[in-house]
């Protein structure tokens, strides 16, 4: 696992101090672009200092973008290498993170891959892979968090889809049910760490803007039809629910599967 690392002054700060995550630390994974990078920006927004993880050097590029946006916020970055597929890797980045910040308050988990296609071609391998990303990462970086995260204010937080509620078209069943795992995950950490008073939950995005869905994609328009409101989500809409739940807004919510769909779902 590699890793870069940026600490910020307050000089520059463009956000100020006092928000609400303020002194808090916080590991997004897959946190380089999309919904990922959106939560990065919006915890160090409200004053957490914010890791990182990231699995190709091709992206290296954006992943500095990423971190120099959190340091013109004051906050410090820690920008980690660590592919979500391999589970030492998953479970060396969040020890990382605590031992880099000194403390873990929030975990995300977001990083994720979309499978799709006709069931019949999908193979093993695919199936192997998606799980190992989509399930067994965001068991073993939760397992790790725990012994982190501080009793009365710990948060961990999956990043699941509406996909893993209802199915409303055909070749994604194995991106479906990948994420329906999540919600038993879920409730299951929440009973778990409940006594210690750290919240679990899952946030269940629909049709966002981003590189893996763009809302000018050939299917964009049967997406926006599907929706209440007929419009994508931007991965802002995403960050804001992820940020009230480590906040103290989200103190008695756990877990809960929240879908921010436009009303896809309704």
Known sequence: MAETHATATATGTTDPVGGALTGKTALVTGGSRGIGAAIVRRLARDGADVAFTYVSAAGEEQVGKVAADVEALGRRA?????????PRAVVAAVDR??????????????????PNGPIEEVTTAEVDHTI????????LASQAAARHLPDGSGRIIGIGSTLAERVPFAGVTLYAMSKAALAGLTRGLA??????????????PGSTDTDMNPADAADANLQRELTALG?????DDIAATVAHLAGPGGHRITGAAITVDAGANA
């Open 78 to 86: 820690l920008a980690l290498r660590a592919d979500a597929a391999d």
């Open 191 to 204: 009973r778990d760490l409940g006594p210690r008073g750290i919240t679990v939950n899952v946030v269940h």
């Open 132 to 139: 190992a990303v989509h399930v067994r990462a965001v068991f």
């Open 97 to 114: 993170t605590a031992q880099e910040f000194g403390r873990l308050d929030i975990l995300v988990n977001n990083a994720g891959v979309f």
């Open 231 to 235: 419009r994508f989500l931007h991965p």
